[in-house]
């Protein structure tokens, strides 16, 4: 019988957010595969944890996966964490799950802290809908693509970013988005938490006297669907009536129906277009 994977969370700073449940698993399974071992046996230790650790990190992830793999196949149960967080989250655990999954091996995933869903409790940003883009990409062509789909983005958006790289995110994130509203959150949990809600704008002068220190998530205002609605119309704006609706009527639209979906785009009534081709 094989054995299982168990997703298991731990603190993002604070150790008494751990919880009871992954400390009763930690101890229990036949193996521990941590992000860094040097770090999580001050947290084992801390708990009086014995188990024993293999690494598993992004430069071992494909083929440390295969090889765990193996191992719960051979009955072993596994406990994957990462320094601090809930594995497979912005984390090689995404590659040990998928594998476990293709292989019929049972993932459970023991729930915990995660530093983007508690930054963005804090933010003071929108919470009903958002989306988790993690560290933008190194690459400058794979990171201007992102930026671009960021700019439209309607939803709140979570980042993370180092210290090294906080002033040069900020700024590419301001060129691209424009002025937005940010909250900027650093040691999350631990003692010297800092929330600082302010504006990209702001956020760049408050650095330019500030060293950036620690790790930080960064939780971004959405563009609003009332300006994306008002940058649509103003496109349609640009555009001739008689062309406007010849789009609609290439496209299969009764005359109708062209004229009432020309009047919407341009935030008019339909009687203003069916006047103005009246007139024509």
């Known amino acids: 019988m094989s054995g299982k994977l168990y997703l298991c969370a731990t603190p993002i700073g604070n150790l008494k957010d751990m919880t009871p449940r992954v400390v009763e698993t930690l101890a229990a399974v036949d193996l521990i595969a941590a992000e860094d071992t040097r ?26 996966a295969q090889t765990l793999v193996r191992k719960m196949k051979e009955g072993l149960d596994v406990a994957l964490i990462t320094d601090a967080g809930t594995p497979a989250i912005s984390d090689p655990g995404e590659v ?3 594998l476990c999954l293709r292989e019929g091996i049972t993932v459970t995933s023991l729930p915990g802290a995660a530093a983007c869903i508690t930054a963005l409790t804090l933010s003071g940003l929108s919470t009903r809908r958002f989306c988790f883009e993690g560290f933008l990409p190194s690459e400058k062509k794979e990171k201007a693509e992102i930026l671009e789909l960021l700019k439209e983005e309607t939803r709140t958006m979570i980042l993370y970013e180092s210290p090294h790289h906080l002033i040069r995110t900020l700024k590419e994130l301001y060129g691209a988005l424009g002025e937005r509203n940010i909250t900027i959150c650093r040691e999350l949990t631990k003692k010297f938490e800092a929330v600082l809600p302010t504006t990209l704008e702001g956020a760049l002068a408050f650095y330019e006297t500030q060293e950036p220190r620690g790790e930080y998530v960064l939780v971004i205002e959405g563009k609003s669907l009332l300006q994306k609605k008002k940058e649509r119309q103003e496109g349609f704006l640009e555009l001739g009536i008689e ?16 004229m009432k979906a020309v ?11 069916y006047q103005y081709m009246l007139d024509k």
């Not at 230790?45 to 071992?60: P, Q």
């Not at 062309?243 to 062209?258: Q, S, V």
């Open 263 to 273: 009047a919407k785009d341009r935030g008019v009534s339909k009687r203003e277009i």
């Open 39 to 64: 770090n999580s046996i001050k947290l084992l230790n801390h708990f009086g944890i014995k188990t024993s650790m293999t690494s598993y990190h992004e430069y071992n992830k494909v083929e440390k």
């Open 243 to 258: 062309d406007h609706m010849r789009r609609y009527e290439e496209a299969g639209l009764e005359r109708k129906e062209a």
């Open 96 to 98: 040990l799950v998928k």
